[in-house]
């Protein structure tokens, strides 16, 4: 603005300097009906200015002296209003959209217009939602929402740094007593105190979060499988009786929660408690809770008694299941009965070839001697 400025004043200063210097003033004829006005080019151009001037003056008093009267301010109230309105429809036009840099844009100028705390509230959010925490604060310290100012400052924190946790764990702690059911605050201190290893808080805020359902079904699996297996991991390194007092501390419907108890196989495979890890497996291969395929995915198989008897009984129905004869391969190792484990892995091979099978055979090979096939399982394995 102040460029443009300086530019029409240099101009208007060119017109008059230049035909004062030239020695050639020029000259304006006006004519209207039978009057006639001459002057010079410098003096028409100084009344011009000095007539605008005086009109940009005129116009400024009357503005302010309409302002000033009861119509005048009803009427540019309303003016100003509407338009503070469509920006703010326009704001949520956008943001319906998921366009959130023009509804940050729109809902500005509705701010700007008319200063409502809810439009500040809105612009709070567009900007969190673009990553702008520090915006965010600003714009809500305008949206006269004192008494959620702590909530919501918590939130963004929580959003901005992931070790906010452990900085400000009293307060975040007490901002999840007062309000326990924010979706929001839970979700965020739920993934800050993942991020931070607090499993033993985290627990607490589980059975909230699933009545909220702030989580979708395999998020949620994983949550509570992660949750659970972290604590059995804490009671286990204090010795195996503090895992099966936490395994057994666990309500009837938790323990027949197959996440849960998957969480407790692994605790238990990590022990090395071979004995109860065959008894859990095999229980929840009768339920229906687990198959052969995801203890092979997950390295939960044992040679125990129990589950070797179900590998057993499944093949005499099954005998060219690649997955059962995987397992009975394995177990046949961990037994060292390579001869067996030999037998088992080349004819699940046979049936479904993959890398990790023909490892495991040409892991087999090599405890047998047989150099040569043992490099070409390795080769092959390899190639898949």
């Not at 200015?49 to 009267?69: D, E, H, N, P, Q």
């Not at 177990?331 to 070839?353: C, G, S, Y």
Request: hydrophobic share 45%; glycine share 6%.
């Amino acid at each position: 603005m102040r460029t443009a400025i300086t530019i029409i004043v240099l101009l208007i200063a060119g017109l008059l300097v230049g035909p004062l210097w030239s020695g050639n003033t020029g000259y304006v004829l006006v004519a209207v009906g039978n009057y006639t006005i001459e002057t010079s080019l410098v003096a028409a151009l100084i009344l011009l200015v000095v007539a605008l001037l005086i009109l940009g003056v005129v116009g400024r008093f009357l503005g302010r002296l309409i302002r000033g009267t009861r119509w005048g301010v009803k009427w540019f109230g309303r003016r100003r209003d509407l338009k503070a309105e469509q920006a703010q429809n326009e704001a949520l036009m956008h943001l319906n959209h998921g366009d959130y840099g023009a509804s940050s844009r729109a809902i500005t100028r509705a701010w700007q217009l008319r200063h409502l705390p809810s439009d500040a509230l809105l612009a709070a959010y567009t900007t969190q939602q673009q990553g702008d925490i520090k915006q965010a604060r600003e714009w809500l310290t305008r949206s006269q929402q004192a008494d959620q100012m702590a909530l919501t400052e918590m939130i963004f924190a929580l959003q901005e740094s992931s070790d906010t946790v452990e900085r400000r764990w009293p307060e975040l702690k007490a901002l999840l007593h007062e309000y326990p059911q924010h979706p929001s605050l839970l979700r965020h201190a739920i993934e800050g105190m993942r991020a931070s290893r607090r499993y033993h808080d985290l627990a607490e805020l589980l059975p909230r979060a699933e009545k909220q359902q702030l989580f979708s079904a395999a998020e949620w699996d994983l949550l509570q499988e992660e949750v659970h297996f972290n604590l059995m991991l804490d009671a286990g390194r204090l010795g195996a009786s503090l895992l099966q007092d936490y395994w057994q501390g666990l309500s009837r419907d938790q323990r027949r929660n197959p996440v849960i108890r998957r969480a407790y196989l692994r605790a238990l495979k990590t022990f090395d408690a071979t004995v109860a890890a065959d008894k859990v497996a095999a229980r929840a291969l009768k339920r229906g809770e687990l198959d052969i395929a995801y203890l092979l995915e997950h390295q939960l198989l044992v040679a125990g008694p129990e589950l070797r008897h179900i590998v057993q009984e499944q093949l005499k129905q099954r005998p060219d299941d690649a997955f059962l004869l995987h397992a009975l391969g394995l177990m046949a190792i961990e037994a060292n009965d390579f001869t067996l484990a030999q037998r088992a892995l080349r004819k699940a091979v046979e049936q479904q070839p993959s890398r990790q099978l023909l490892f495991d055979l040409a892991m087999v090979y090599d405890k047998l001697g047989d150099t040569a096939n043992a490099l070409t399982c390795y080769r092959e394995g390899l190639r898949h």
